[in-house]
């Protein structure tokens, strides 16, 4: 919220010059006073059109959040550079922090932290998560393998939650199945994710899984441990429904946020995918909601750009300094 304007003066007395507010006789308004009079008022009005307005009668005023922007590496645009370059770049374009991939050189990573000094908010681990869904015991145990070393390399690099894909739903796994698989291969990892003081956030993708925010909700629930939270992309849940809704339903299990934009015309039009071929701010995202909604349920910290849109001839320099304006126009909604 924009911080409310201090008044022009304390009192009456404070101003350059006292005016009188008695009326005055017309008789004794000589020149003198005449002067003496109109200089004050003049002065009154310069010194007050001088200070800022207040929150109310400043419609342009922009609304004040406490979040930061983080860039989901993955999505970091252009050729593949090295992990201290991503990192330099990013710090020039304005931004706050990264979310890495899990499974990468801790060392490198650090360095690249510690010479910017960026922000690594979130560890992503979907490659391994979705392998939990496996009927194959080795995959689940792979999956398991992943999802502990991802909550390690959270620990180091100071992350408070990884992201943690829950199985996948298809012809050959049923919803039954990959509840149960999914739910287990999580459970392994509790002891891990609470020693550690990491959360294991769980995201809505599009795995045919979790598709209300009642079920998300009770299925972060059923865990009965501060350990597991919700990783809500935003953009995901679009054709799924209003995430003003998923927000007010999840409310303090959000531990995390992916702003993604999403267009359902391009979506009904084009096709399911083609939704996201789509620049921030140009979609049907309606996020002076979701702002609101966020606010509501006191949601602080921050908000993950994962951008699936990217213009064809623009420099990846200009590219991130794009997507961070776009997220600063999003978070003042």
């Not at 390399?153 to 796994?173: C, F, M, Q, T, W």
């Not at 598709?211 to 059923?222: F, G, I, N, W």
């Not at 409310?251 to 789509?278: C, D, T, W, Y």
Request: charged share 20%; net charge positive; with cysteine.
């Amino acid at each position: 919220m924009a911080a409310r304007a201090a008044p022009a003066f304390k009192s009456i007395e404070s101003c350059p010059r006292p005016i009188s507010l008695v009326p005055m006789n017309p008789a004794q308004l000589t020149r003198r006073r005449f002067l003496e009079t109109g200089t004050a008022t003049l002065a009154l009005a310069a010194a007050l059109s001088s200070r800022p307005l207040p929150a109310a009668a400043s419609a342009a005023a922009p609304r004040k959040r406490d979040l930061k922007k983080a860039l989901m590496l993955n999505t970091f645009p252009g050729k593949a550079l090295p992990v201290m370059q991503q990192f330099e770049m990013l710090k020039q374009a304005g931004w706050d922090g990264v979310e890495p991939r899990s499974h990468l050189n801790q060392d490198e990573v650090l360095r690249a932290r510690d010479a910017t000094s960026l922000g690594i908010p979130s560890v992503t681990c979907g490659t391994h998560s979705r392998m939990l869904a496996q009927p194959n015991p080795t995959a689940q145990k792979a999956g398991v393998d992943g999802i502990q070393q991802a909550l390690r390399d959270a620990k180091r690099y100071g992350a408070s939650s990884i992201l943690v894909v829950p199985g996948l739903v298809n012809e050959s796994i049923t919803y039954a199945q990959n509840y149960e698989r999914t739910r287990a291969g999580i459970r392994a990892c509790l002891p891990l994710a609470e020693e550690l003081g990491v959360t294991m956030a769980i995201e809505n993708v599009w795995n045919n899984f979790l598709l209300s925010p009642m079920e998300a909700a009770r299925y972060v629930d059923e865990f009965q441990s501060k350990a597991v939270g919700f990783h809500l992309d935003i953009g995901n849940l679009m054709y799924l429904g209003w995430p003003e809704q998923w927000i007010r339903t999840l409310g303090p299990r959000i531990a995390k946020i992916h702003v993604k934009e999403f267009s359902r015309k391009k979506m009904n039009e084009e096709g399911l995918r083609q939704g996201f071929q789509v620049e921030y701010l140009a979609g049907d995202n309606n996020w002076p909601a979701i702002m609101k909604a966020l606010d509501e349920v006191g949601y602080r910290g921050w908000g993950i750009a994962e951008p699936a849109y990217r213009p064809a001839g623009v420099e990846p320099a200009e590219r991130l300094k794009q997507v961070a304006e776009k997220l600063d126009q999003i978070f003042a909604s």
